[in-house]
């Protein structure tokens, strides 16, 4: 049997300000070492002072992932030397005096397997080390502090999941879940990152460290898995250690030996009192609490009578979901719903794409109701969609430009399909035979039009002429 | 008792290069006897008391830049980054 | 002009011009460098004060708003940071320490037109009670050089008792300031836990320390904590003390008042201390208190509690000096990191690398339980006590230390006999609650301080106690 658990650390790159000072929490835009301050660079007499608003989020998650929130919640210094580290301690959460991390004991459900949430910790991110020089010996590290107190939320599992699917899958629907609760934007380099631990039958536990992005992770204990089960095969056992997954080789190598066991000497932070969750903040938060994915996703079927897997696919992105909430209008719905997952999913599928869009709600409202009214067809539609994302022209501006118009004229389309019927004449001659075939007359006025004749009014007028029924 | 073993276990740990370890054992020692007492004191069935806030009390999650160029104040590597030895 | 004024004196004379600031300022300096090379109260002088003196003396005389300090020197504790000066804790790790910041009490006191003239001595990073282990060299006691000061916060009580300043803020962590304060003479105050904010006191051990004042007078000490008392945004821990006035009503007096002895604190000690402790008793009764034995059983296990907090505490709180981002010169080239890190913080003095031993080996994982944990317990139990002995009385006394000054090296390399001279100061640290030692006898030459604790946030009747006791003594000043 596979056991594999997981510890993800996630940054709240929603916060305005870092965990412990009000330098800037996305330190990604700053030239090295310009977004730092006595509290965050550690300097001797300086003290930490809570961000407010990272108690919140951190609640939010935790409610998500249905843990338990404590009545008062601690901090406590986790003791260990590393140059990125300016205390040399970490301020993290620690359970050694009951439950006081701001979540415990949480769930959920991925594809039917119950994944059990052990713990959901507040702490410091490390600031972040360049190495420099060329050889082993003029070898030095550079130390960028901006990063150093940047607040992040650990969630860790039990070892729960039985194969790297199920791990992905969990991912997927984590990243999804912390981005629909406006914590965090996932897609921001060094954003989410994922330690996990692995081990098979009668083997030791083997933690993974450095696993750069999660979508490595999968990949990562895969490679741990197999390892593992080939040691066994030949008889060999599996030691406990921690490996390092190796990004450019795709493979997990032991970290040198440590000569010592860690000890972190974790006690208690005495520089910041326990914080009272008053249940009344608690269900504040709770009802400040984004709708959940499952929950957007029943409503999109129930409500809107919009696919299973459509709402599947429309609920687990906040982006496009929130975009679907402000377009809709209840009766167009289904269509917007359509136009966002069919096409313009395939037109913003990055992040700078997103960025560079110049689409707005009502662009995706209009367009809708268009189809809806026939006034232009869902063949058009892509075209004028594509045309919006890049000028964001409004709709009747660019069916007038690109001539898009829907053609229901009798008169104009019945000039077309004479030509087509002179033209075709092998396949007209076929109809009689196979009366499927004005199908294939049909698409050659719609070619003709380029798409712009109202298919069903087409093929009316077709029947008419050649007098089928 | 405290070996010498253990005293150069804690000084690794605590990372300060003690030349001879021979002459902490004894202090050492010493001092974990008196803090021995402490099994006297009859406090098994205490609780832990610790100060305590409230929400309120913490601060508002605001973005305000240090007013210092800081870096600049510290030891630095040509005015940005701060130098580390090597890490093996 | 004399320099042996109290602090509220020191206002009236330059509101009366009878002297200037800049005169008064010289004079200190010019004092300071005939004595100091003897006495050793500093580790660095401000060169800018007589700039900054005449600045406010010509706020003064050209009627501009001016501080409630009006450019009194007063002496910093070399752990207090002072933007822009060295703040070294009188360790060698951090001889090239420049603060690029005020601590919040400093940055009070100068928006109030004080002058920090220097910085004083102490035990490195306040461990120790006798300023032996400042790696710069002890300061001396001015009632007899042959004698410690006490400590930590030695040089700040000898600048005070030598007239080198006005006053001095130091730093309590076991009775830092108090102990010092008993031993050369000056009004000693550790206030409630979270009174004043410790924002840039570099911490020993945060849970439990407070800066406090060491001043001449009571009053002086009062006044002190109008300016600087008060919660702080930059300090998670203090407490609101709703704009308390510290100097209103200070001679409400104490009649009526229950004072209890805490008996644990008045047995070992030495005959002359005991003398003094019943001539203080006697005193109370005559300004109308009522006397009554408190015993506190946990008392017994304060020390071994302090000192497993202490150790656990200082030896994460002085983890970040590993000489990176600031600390003193020593190029880091072909170094490993860990071999690095463990050559320069060879810069601590012994005392500091036993405490940074001892706590290491403390909370380590195999001891976390049988130590720290039960060091917690005793303190929430003391408190419990200290707690209920409240109910019954208002005030606790006790001698603020149970022996006399002592002469140099006559203790230092027994421990545990160290450990015990804290015997009666830790108390008030562990619990949270204010205490300060009021100079009350002078025996064979040798000073002897009474000490008076309250429950938390009753800073103020610790001070209305201690000023109605001052005033029942007619001490010498030291002569220099």
């Not at chain 1, 190495?131 to 969630?155: C, F, H, M, Q, W």
């Not at chain 3, 461990?127 to 040089?155: C, H, I, Q, R």
């Not at chain 3, 500091?352 to 720290?372: C, D």
């Not at chain 3, 917690?376 to 109910?391: G, H």
Request: proline content about 4%.
């Amino acid at each position: 049997m596979v056991k594999i658990g997981l510890e993800i650390h996630c940054q709240l790159t929603k916060l305005e300000s870092k965990l412990f000072c009000p330098c800037k929490a996305d330190y990604r835009s700053f030239e090295p070492n310009t977004n730092i301050c006595p509290v965050c660079i550690g300097l001797p007499g300086s003290l930490p002072r809570l961000n407010q608003k990272a108690i919140e989020k951190g609640t939010l998650i935790s409610l998500a992932l249905n843990c338990k929130i404590p009545e008062k919640i601690s901090f406590f210094r986790k003791n260990y030397f590393y140059p990125d580290l300016p205390k040399n301690y970490q301020i993290t959460q620690f359970d050694a005096y009951g439950h006081t991390s701001i979540g415990n004991n949480g769930k959920i459900t991925i594809e039917g397997k119950e994944i059990r949430i052990t713990r959901i910790q507040l702490e410091e991110d490390p600031g972040r080390l360049i190495y420099e020089g060329t050889s082993e010996k003029n070898k030095i590290t550079l130390v960028d502090y901006n990063r150093a107190g940047t607040p992040l939320v650990e969630v860790v599992t039990e070892p729960d999941f039985e194969n790297p699917k199920q791990v992905r899958v969990f991912m997927n629907i984590l990243v999804d879940l912390l981005e629909n609760l406006g914590v965090s934007e996932p897609s921001l380099e060094g954003a989410v990152r994922a330690d996990g631990n692995v081990s098979i039958e009668g083997g030791n536990k083997v933690e993974i460290k450095n696993v750069g992005s999660f979508h490595d992770l999968e990949k990562a204990v895969h490679f741990e898995i197999t390892r593992q089960q080939s040691l066994v095969e030949r008889g060999i056992p599996i030691e406990l250690e921690t490996r390092q997954w190796d990004d450019r080789r795709k493979i997990t190598v032991s970290a040198r030996s440590k000569e010592e066991e860690q000890d972190y000497r974790y006690f208690l932070e005495g520089d910041i009192p326990w914080i009272l969750l008053d249940p009344k903040y608690v269900d504040q938060f709770k009802q400040n609490m984004p709708e959940s994915i499952a929950s957007k996703r029943d409503r999109y079927i129930e409500q809107f009578k919009i696919p299973a897997q459509v709402a599947d696919v429309l609920s687990s992105d906040k982006f496009y979901s929130d975009l679907f909430e402000l377009a809709h209008n209840e009766k167009n719905a289904k269509e917007v719903a359509n136009i966002i997952t069919t096409d313009l999913m395939g037109f913003v599928d990055t992040k700078e794409k997103r960025q560079q869009s110049k689409l707005t709600s009502k662009h995706l409202s209009d367009l809708a109701n268009a189809i809806i009214n026939n006034t232009i067809t869902r063949n058009s539609s892509k075209s004028a969609l594509q045309e919006i994302v890049k000028t964001g022209k409004s709709l009747n501006e660019i069916i007038t430009e690109l001539d898009l118009g829907h053609v229901s004229d009798e008169f104009e389309l019945s000039a077309v399909i004479e030509k087509v019927i002179n033209e075709e004449s092998i396949a007209v001659k076929e109809i009689k035979e196979k009366p499927e075939t004005v199908n294939f007359l049909v698409g050659k006025v719609m070619k003709k039009t380029k798409g712009k004749a109202d298919p069903s009014l087409t093929l009316e007028l077709l029947k008419k002429k050649l007098k089928i029924y | 008792m405290v070996s010498k073993e253990e005293i150069e276990r804690v000084a690794k740990l605590m990372r300060i290069e003690v030349d001879d370890h021979v002459v902490h054992i004894d202090r050492v020692q010493k001092m974990i006897e008196y803090f021995d007492i402490l099994d006297k004191a009859g406090i098994e069935s205490e609780e832990l008391i610790v100060q305590e806030q409230t929400i309120e009390n913490l601060r508002e999650d605001k973005y305000v830049p240090y007013e210092e160029k800081l870096i600049e104040k510290l030891k630095n590597y040509k005015g940005t980054f701060v130098r580390a030895p090597k890490l093996i | 002009m004399n320099l042996e004024i109290s602090a509220l004196k020191y206002l009236d004379e330059i509101k009366n011009e009878n002297f200037t600031v800049e005169e008064f300022i010289s004079k200190t300096i010019e004092h300071i460098k005939k004595i100091d090379g003897n006495l050793h109260a500093f580790l660095s002088i401000n060169e800018k004060a007589i700039q900054q003196a005449k600045e406010i003396d010509r706020k003064i005389k050209s009627k501009e708003k001016i501080g409630k300090c009006m450019g009194m020197p007063l002496s910093i504790k070399d752990n207090i940071c002072v933007k822009d000066t060295k703040t070294t804790c009188a360790s060698k790790m951090l001889e090239d320490f420049i603060s690029p910041y005020d601590a919040t009490v400093i940055k009070n006191l100068k928006s109030e037109d004080a002058i920090i003239i220097g910085k004083t001595n102490l035990d490195e990073f306040a461990m120790g009670l006798t300023t032996e282990f400042s790696a710069f060299g002890p300061s001396k006691n001015p009632w007899n050089t042959d004698y410690v000061p006490g400590g930590s916060s030695g040089g700040s009580a000898v600048s005070v008792s030598a007239l080198e300043c006005i006053a001095s803020l130091g730093s309590d962590t076991g009775g830092s300031v108090r102990n010092p304060a008993s031993f050369c003479s000056t009004v000693g105050f550790k206030p409630t836990y979270g009174l004043i904010s410790r924002y840039g006191l570099i911490s020993y051990s945060n849970s439990i320390e407070q800066i406090g004042p060491l001043t001449r007078t009571v009053e002086d000490t009062a006044f002190l904590l109008n300016i600087i008392a008060g919660q702080d945004p930059m300090d998670n821990t203090t407490i609101d003390n709703k704009g308390e006035n510290y100097l209103k009503n200070l001679d409400a007096g104490i009649d009526g008042k229950k004072i209890g002895v805490i008996s644990e604190m008045t047995k070992n000690v030495d005959k002359e201390v005991s003398s003094a402790t019943k001539n203080a008793i006697v005193q109370f009764e005559k300004l109308g208190a009522k006397i009554e034995e408190i015993s506190l059983d946990m008392i017994d296990y304060s020390v071994a509690s302090y000192y497993t907090i202490t150790a656990t505490e200082a030896g994460s709180n002085l983890a970040r000096y590993d000489n990176l981002r600031y600390g003193y010169d020593f190029d880091l080239e072909g170094y490993e990191f860990n071999s690095y890190i463990s050559k320069a913080r060879k810069n601590f003095g012994p005392e500091v690398t036993r405490r940074m031993i001892l706590g290491g080996f403390v909370p380590s994982a195999g001891h976390a339980g049988k130590y720290f944990l039960k060091a917690l317990k005793v303190k929430n139990k003391l408190t419990a006590e200290i707690n209920e002995a409240f109910t019954k009385v208002d005030l606790l006394i006790s001698p603020t230390v149970p022996i006399l000054p002592f002469k140099f090296g006559e203790k230092i390399d027994d421990p545990v006999a160290l450990f015990l001279i804290d015997f009666n100061t830790v108390t008030a640290n562990l619990t949270g609650k204010p205490a300060i030692s009021v100079p009350f006898e002078i025996s064979n030459g040798l000073p002897i301080g009474i000490q008076i604790h309250a429950n938390t946030l009753q800073d103020k009747l610790v001070l209305q106690a201690a000023h109605a006791l001052e005033k029942t003594t007619n001490l010498p000043g030291v002569s220099i």
